[in-house]
């Protein structure tokens, strides 16, 4: 590929992971009754030449950060939007190549180690934005055509998690993203746009009937009871949560520039990417009823992105 198609591509992938421009493929996170573990979540910097985004855990204070990326061998990859599994010990990724404007989904343990590719269709098509059913055994994600990462978005797909079997699709796109099962295992939240600004759709898990339209939002992860989605606004924030069973019910949480909520598996804190003082996002943590505002990361050369929260439910879940 020649260099000024390279750079091109650098520039689109960290617009994709800056401050605002995430909308289309950060995928929500489904929450899973259990306690809390680690913060997985990934740091994305470089120059448009050069980016750079690798994936790290931290405990919920923010300290003990550490590198998963780099602990698994994949130190010289470009890793984005983690998702922990509901059972805490396996994380679903992107590693985006952007020689190839291609994309794949991966898999590894919760420590870094055995970095899987189990998409295996980068000549096909280009795979994003995963996130776990919720008994752990297949994963959601968006599925664009080859050569078009990043971009608007695509269709929602489910394929098995260890990458066997034939995948299946369950919206037509095209430019369908954030897919996100309710932890009870009923529906499937998605965003898409709709007149320009994405809405927020839930729909039976098996991809069957009409979507509901809840309104304006995106990047939805639902509560442990699945009654409830937090959501952002495809950049701009602000962070809201709505009542699924009664979608005029919206609470604001937090001012505009934050980003990509995630429940805590116990459903009392909410974790999501302060963006309000510039370029660089930290991670943040609030309440689950959006007091206690407060950033847990102080990163000053990246931005932190997309983070996700690991159940713990015994003491095997590290």
């Not at 664009?144 to 971009?151: C, I, N, V």
């Not at 007149?195 to 939002?217: S, Y």
């Amino acid at each position: 590929m020649p260099i000024w198609r390279i750079a091109t591509a650098a520039t689109a992938f960290l617009s994709v992971v800056g401050a605002i421009g995430i909308a289309f493929a950060a995928p929500a996170e489904a929450a899973w009754l259990g306690n809390n573990g680690k913060i997985v979540f990934f740091k994305a910097g470089g120059s448009q030449s050069a980016p750079t985004a690798q994936i790290y855990s931290m405990d919920s204070n923010g300290q003990n950060q550490t590198n998963l990326s780099a602990a698994g061998g994949g130190a010289d990859q470009l890793d984005i939007q983690p998702s922990v599994s509901p059972d805490g010990k396996r994380i679903a990724f992107v590693r985006a190549d952007l020689a190839t404007l291609s994309a794949q989904i991966w898999v590894m343990k919760i420590d870094g180690s055995h970095q899987t590719n189990i998409s295996n269709d980068a000549a096909l098509a280009n795979e994003s934005g995963p996130a776990w059913t919720e008994d752990g055994s297949q994963i959601l994600f968006v599925k664009q055509a080859p050569g078009d990462f990043p971009g608007a978005g695509g269709s929602i797909w489910i394929r098995r998690a260890n990458g066997k079997g034939t995948a299946r699709e369950l919206t037509t796109g095209p430019n369908d993203a954030n897919p996100a099962m309710s932890p009870d295992g009923d529906l499937l939240a998605f965003s898409r746009p709709v007149g320009g600004p994405r809405h927020l759709f839930v729909m039976k898990a098996d991809g069957n009937g009409t979507p509901t339209d809840l309104g304006q939002g995106a990047k939805p992860d639902w509560s442990p009871d699945s009654r409830r989605i937090v959501y952002g606004q495809a950049g701009p924030g602000p962070i809201m949560v709505v009542t699924v069973s009664h979608p005029s019910q919206k609470e604001t949480l937090t001012g505009p520039f934050n980003e990509a909520p995630a429940w805590s598996p116990d459903g009392t804190q909410i974790v999501y990417m302060d963006c309000t003082s510039g370029f660089n996002c930290q991670i943040a943590l609030m309440s689950a009823t959006g007091t206690n505002q407060h950033d847990i990361t102080n990163d000053q050369a990246v931005t932190d992105q997309k983070p996700s929260w690991q159940p713990r439910r015994g003491r095997g879940d590290r």
